[in-house]
């Protein structure tokens, strides 16, 4: 139900409360107090050709070709796609299949370049005056720059930035909520460059030409609200309003926090767009500010490194294409108590096979684990029908039947459960007494329900092609018969070649044909048509010979 709750905002401004959700320990404290400091130069770096949702890019690169820092090396292939830069300058070594971010080990195809030290810039285009820029000249310097949402799901922020003709935007609401334990990225971010991320939300209002801007920040984090609302004051953006929500994971999930500052919901399988409503992440917005004033593609992104599994958890600048292996060491290494890395949060994000793998656009986070630090409780149970998971869901799912279904590969009951509106938040895991690694089963499902999908539209694709063969085949065979059987049945009408009788007719006839054409042409037949050079001139000689005599004669009777 829609409830008001009172706000904890200076600006008595109503807030209300989405389904469930979690008070958690927030363990931010190891990291939010790390100012945000370069990562080292890596010597390498590997860089995935698809570090966002949607269609990997595209190299324009070849192996052996010295490239500066910025310049594009893969575009875009297809609409939804991101261009993908250079992170410094260097030689590309090779273009290959790499080991990249999964849980699984997966490879895919990346572009790795060897660093050459020096950190030289391509020439940047910054546009200073963005305000002379159209809504579409905007999304194309975002899309050219390669900006993804760095809040996670890394879609392409350009086609975000496009409602399309008939769509107005009511409210462009920027996600400053950080909410999942750990991450304290954004919460650096805010402090230390406000002004970045104020700028990027005019910018993306502009191209949105939105009607209203409204920032939601979790109300654990006062400093970062305080660095908004004076980098708000400096430019005088009373237009931009500044809201401080309670702290409740996953507040930040685009859906929940769009409930807690409209009280609007977001359709089942919807976008938020369907309601009017758009949303980014502020570390997207300070990109965008960088793409557009400073002519910066996207190179780089903050990483918090943290976790009792690290030695000192820090805030990174880090290069796009960094192994994870040099952020710890920059952060004095792991201890002897790690037991497992992840890339994200420990809620939603992945564990890592090795730290040998590369931070893409999308890892906010490294966490290095000790045993049993967070959620990881004794051994996995039955399901005892509790219901703490249905309670906890903010998705308002229910969690246990969802559970069922995957483990029994129901894929049909499975989506009639709302898989898809699942977010993977974690919270039915976490206070799952049964320890059962819900959200597991959960990604397993949808992964296979997109792989069928895959394949029927193959084997669509498939039958089509077949069809389509087939009747072109039949119809060349349908054209053939009727050719051979017009043929045939011309002979038929004509008169049989070998009767004598039947060519005698057919002389005759043409004869007469022939007969019938001349005295219709006024042409009587002589007998000297058609004649030879030969017989010509024995008449020319006859003709002469008889004028001669003729003339004799004449000549005779005279006398
Ligand atoms: S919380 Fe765990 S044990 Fe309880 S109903 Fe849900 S899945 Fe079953
Ligand atoms: S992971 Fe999915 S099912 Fe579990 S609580 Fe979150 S939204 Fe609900």
């Given at each position: 139900?829609?409830?008001?709750?009172?706000?904890?905002?200076?600006?008595?401004?109503?807030?209300?409360?989405?389904?469930?959700?979690?008070?958690?320990?927030?363990?931010?404290?190891?990291?939010?107090?790390?100012?945000?400091?370069?990562?080292?130069?890596?010597?390498?770096?590997?860089?995935?050709?698809?570090?966002?949702?949607?269609?990997?890019?595209?190299?324009?690169?070849?192996?052996?070709?010295?490239?500066?820092?910025?310049?594009?090396?893969?575009?875009?292939?297809?609409?939804?796609?991101?261009?993908l830069h250079a992170p410094t300058s260097g030689t590309v070594v090779a273009i290959e299949e790499r080991a990249v971010p999964h849980p699984s080990g997966l490879t895919a195809p990346c572009i790795v370049l060897e660093s050459d030290g020096e950190d030289r810039w391509v020439e940047l285009q910054p546009h200073g005056n963005w305000t002379t820029l159209d809504a579409s000249e905007l999304r194309n310097l975002i899309r050219e720059a390669g900006i993804v949402g760095l809040g996670g799901a890394g879609f392409p922020s350009f086609i975000k930035l496009n409602p399309g003709a008939?769509?107005?935007?009511?409210?462009?609401?920027?996600?400053?909520?950080?909410?999942?334990?750990?991450?304290?990225?954004?919460?650096?971010?805010?402090?230390?460059?406000?002004?970045?991320?104020?700028?990027?939300?005019?910018?993306?209002?502009?191209?949105?030409?939105?009607?209203?801007?409204?920032?939601?920040?979790?109300?654990?984090?006062?400093?970062?609200?305080?660095?908004?609302?004076?980098?708000?004051?400096?430019?005088?953006?009373?237009?931009?309003?500044?809201?401080?929500?309670?702290?409740?994971?996953?507040?930040?999930?685009?859906?929940?926090?769009?409930?807690?500052?409209?009280?609007?919901?977001?359709?089942?399988?919807?976008?938020?767009?369907?309601?009017?409503?758009?949303?980014?992440?502020?570390?997207?917005?300070?990109?965008?500010?960088?793409?557009?004033?400073?002519?910066?593609?996207?190179?780089?992104?903050?990483?918090?490194?943290?976790?009792?599994?690290?030695?000192?958890?820090?805030?990174?600048?880090?290069?796009?294409?960094?192994?994870?292996?040099?952020?710890?060491?920059?952060?004095?290494?792991?201890?002897?108590?790690?037991?497992?890395?992840?890339?994200?949060?420990?809620?939603?994000?992945?564990?890592?096979?090795?730290?040998?793998?590369?931070?893409?656009?999308?890892?906010?986070?490294?966490?290095?684990?000790?045993?049993?630090?967070?959620?990881?409780?004794?051994?996995?149970?039955?399901?005892?029908?509790?219901?703490?998971?249905?309670?906890?869901?903010?998705?308002?799912?229910?969690?246990?039947?969802?559970?069922?279904?995957?483990?029994?590969?129901?894929?049909?009951?499975?989506?009639?459960?709302?898989?898809?509106?699942?977010?993977?938040?974690?919270?039915?895991?976490?206070?799952?007494?049964?320890?059962?690694?819900?959200?597991?089963?959960?990604?397993?499902?949808?992964?296979?329900?997109?792989?069928?999908?895959?394949?029927?539209?193959?084997?669509?694709?498939?039958?089509?092609?077949?069809?389509?063969?087939?009747?072109?085949?039949?119809?060349?065979?349908?054209?053939?018969?009727?050719?051979?059987?017009?043929?045939?049945?011309?002979?038929?009408?004509?008169?049989?070649?070998?009767?004598?009788?039947?060519?005698?007719?057919?002389?005759?006839?043409?004869?007469?044909?022939?007969?019938?054409?001349?005295?219709?042409?006024?042409?009587?037949?002589?007998?000297?048509?058609?004649?030879?050079?030969?017989?010509?001139?024995?008449?020319?000689?006859?003709?002469?010979?008889?004028?001669?005599?003729?003339?004799?004669?004449?000549?005779?009777?005279?006398?």
């Amino acid at each position: 139900m829609t409830k008001p709750t009172s706000t904890t905002t200076a600006a008595a401004r109503k807030l209300w409360q989405f389904h469930g959700g979690l008070h958690l320990p927030d363990h931010k404290s190891l990291s939010c107090e790390q100012p945000i400091q370069p990562a080292v130069l890596p010597k390498r770096l590997v860089l995935p050709l698809q570090q966002h949702i949607g269609a990997p890019a595209k190299p324009i690169v070849e192996v052996g070709e010295r490239v500066r820092k910025g310049q594009t090396i893969a575009q875009p292939d297809g609409f939804v796609s991101a261009a993908l830069h250079a992170p410094t300058s260097g030689t590309v070594v090779a273009i290959e299949e790499r080991a990249v971010p999964h849980p699984s080990g997966l490879t895919a195809p990346c572009i790795v370049l060897e660093s050459d030290g020096e950190d030289r810039w391509v020439e940047l285009q910054p546009h200073g005056n963005w305000t002379t820029l159209d809504a579409s000249e905007l999304r194309n310097l975002i899309r050219e720059a390669g900006i993804v949402g760095l809040g996670g799901a890394g879609f392409p922020s350009f086609i975000k930035l496009n409602p399309g003709a008939r769509t107005e935007i009511d409210t462009l609401i920027l996600n400053a909520a950080e909410c999942e334990p750990y991450i304290t990225c954004d919460d650096r971010l805010m402090r230390e460059r406000a002004d970045e991320v104020i700028a990027g939300a005019r910018i993306m209002r502009h191209a949105l030409h939105a009607r209203r801007v409204v920032i939601g920040i979790e109300d654990n984090k006062p400093e970062a609200h305080a660095a908004l609302r004076d980098a708000l004051a400096r430019v005088d953006r009373s237009d931009i309003e500044l809201v401080q929500v309670p702290t409740r994971y996953p507040t930040g999930g685009e859906k929940q926090l769009i409930k807690v500052l409209t009280g609007k919901e977001v359709p089942s399988q919807g976008l938020p767009i369907d309601i009017n409503i758009v949303c980014h992440n502020v570390a997207t917005a300070a990109a965008v500010h960088r793409a557009v004033e400073h002519g910066e593609p996207l190179i780089s992104r903050i990483v918090t490194v943290t976790g009792r599994g690290v030695a000192t958890p820090r805030n990174l600048e880090v290069l796009i294409g960094t192994p994870v292996d040099d952020l710890l060491r920059q952060c004095g290494g792991t201890t002897p108590t790690l037991s497992r890395l992840v890339l994200g949060g420990p809620l939603m994000g992945i564990t890592l096979p090795h730290s040998g793998l590369p931070i893409t656009k999308t890892g906010n986070c490294i966490l290095a684990l000790a045993p049993g630090e967070f959620g990881q409780h004794g051994p996995v149970r039955n399901c005892i029908r509790c219901g703490e998971c249905a309670r906890a869901c903010p998705a308002n799912l229910l969690p246990q039947q969802l559970y069922w279904h995957a483990r029994a590969k129901d894929f049909d009951k499975v989506q009639d459960y709302n898989l898809f509106d699942c977010i993977e938040c974690g919270c039915c895991a976490y206070v799952c007494p049964a320890n059962l690694p819900l959200v597991q089963y959960y990604r397993y499902a949808k992964t296979a329900i997109w792989a069928q999908a895959r394949d029927k539209k193959k084997a669509e694709l498939a039958r089509e092609r077949h069809d389509f063969r087939t009747e072109r085949q039949e119809r060349e065979k349908a054209e053939r018969a009727a050719k051979l059987a017009k043929k045939k049945a011309a002979l038929e009408e004509s008169p049989a070649a070998d009767s004598e009788e039947a060519k005698k007719a057919a002389i005759k006839a043409a004869m007469e044909r022939a007969k019938a054409k001349r005295e219709a042409a006024g042409v009587e037949p002589k007998n000297t048509d058609n004649l030879t050079a030969d017989q010509q001139r024995q008449i020319d000689e006859a003709e002469a010979r008889r004028a001669t005599e003729k003339k004799n004669e004449s000549a005779n009777e005279r006398e």
